[in-house]
Structure formats: structure tokens, C-alpha cells
């Protein structure tokens, strides 16, 4: 069973930045696309971002497409999420999600999922 542990939310005020990590227990970490999602209250899940297992290939929920980043390092088994120009709309509790495959371009195929990280942004 792969565990996926995220950290790094918090408050912060509208404008700021914020980067977020997941860290997996997987022993095939470098063989998994990965994803960082996110859900509101009162809201469903949205796809915030996707990274390829290598790292060459990344995707965007619309919402987030020039303020975020996802990053990765295979070495210390860890998926980033750098978001800046925060939004008072980007508040939210954000998962991190690992697929099987190498390559996932969007919100469907994953197979594990984080318990969540709290981002508050205040106006």
C-alpha cells in the first residue's frame, strides 16, 4: 500500500505564495505520474496538476495555469506544488495523488491518494 503524506499548507494572505509537498512511500515513486488536486467546502474535487513520472511532462487545471508549478524529486520520493499570486478562490484542501502509470494528463487514473493539506488564503 503506498502512503502519500502531504505538508506545507497554511494561511496566507491573497498575493502570497505558498509550496506545498507530498511525500510517497512507493517504492516505484519514479515509475508514477503524479497529481495534486484540491476541494472546497461545499464543492467537488478539481484537477489542479500532473507531472510525468520522469518529469518532463506537466499539465494544468485552468484555474491555477501560470501561478502554479509542480515539481518533483525522484530521489527524495517528493512531489511539490509551488503556488504563487494566491487567490482568496484557491483556498481550499489540497491532495496529492499517485498513479501506476508514467504518464497521466489529467484528472482520471489514479490510484492513491494523499490524506490532504488545509491552504487558506484570507482577502
Known amino acids: 500500500q503506498v502512503q502519500l503524506v502531504e505538508s506545507g499548507g497554511g494561511l496566507v494572505q491573497a498575493g502570497g505564495s505558498l509550496r506545498l509537498s507530498c511525500r510517497s512511500s512507493a517504492r516505484t515513486f519514479r515509475s508514477n505520474s503524479m497529481g495534486w488536486f484540491r476541494q472546497a467546502p461545499g464543492k467537488e474535487r478539481d484537477f489542479v496538476s500532473t507531472?510525468?513520472?520522469?518529469?518532463?511532462?506537466?499539465n494544468y487545471g485552468d484555474s491555477v495555469k501560470g501561478r502554479f508549478t509542480i515539481s518533483r524529486d525522484n530521489a527524495k520520493n517528493t512531489v511539490y506544488l509551488q503556488m504563487n499570486s494566491l487567490k482568496p478562490e484557491d483556498t481550499a484542501v489540497y491532495y496529492c495523488?499517485?498513479?501506476?502509470?508514467?504518464?497521466?494528463?489529467?484528472?482520471?487514473?489514479?490510484?492513491?491518494w494523499g490524506q490532504g493539506t488545509q491552504v487558506t488564503v484570507s482577502s
Open positions: 495523488a499517485a498513479a501506476t502509470s508514467t504518464w497521466v494528463p489529467g484528472p482520471s487514473g489514479y490510484d492513491y
Open positions: 507531472i510525468s513520472a520522469s518529469g518532463s511532462t506537466t
